[in-house]
């Protein structure tokens, strides 16, 4: 599970940055100047291109998940997370209580 948050929160973070300068890639495409404009948006540009090779070993040729479906699959793993905690804490609590009455018992 939480292996699978790191993925996400990967995704995430990738898929933010794709596209917060998926405008300025778009501008480079039509620009005719193409060095110049890299040379003044170098980062922009590295972080869109970044962003997009790393969704794609991610995705394959899947259509990259929208930032809203990401999100949910974030909400819906935290909650099970929260949920196996729960359970955990309640038998460890339980396990140390028997041991503890079983404790009292012996001489």
Do not use: W
């Amino acid at each position: 599970m939480e292996s699978e948050l790191k993925n996400l929160n990967q995704q995430l973070h990738y898929t933010g940055q794709y596209l917060a300068n998926k405008s300025v890639y778009a501008q480079f495409r039509k620009s005719k100047n193409k060095q110049k404009f890299r040379q003044e948006h170098s980062a922009e540009l590295t972080f869109y291109e970044k962003a997009v090779t790393s969704l794609k070993e991610k995705n394959g040729t899947q259509p990259l998940p929208t930032m809203k479906q990401l999100r949910e699959q974030k909400e819906k793993l935290l909650t099970q997370k929260d949920t196996l905690q729960k359970q955990y804490d309640y038998y460890r609590d339980y396990q140390k209580e028997r041991k503890r009455k079983i404790l009292l018992r012996c001489p």
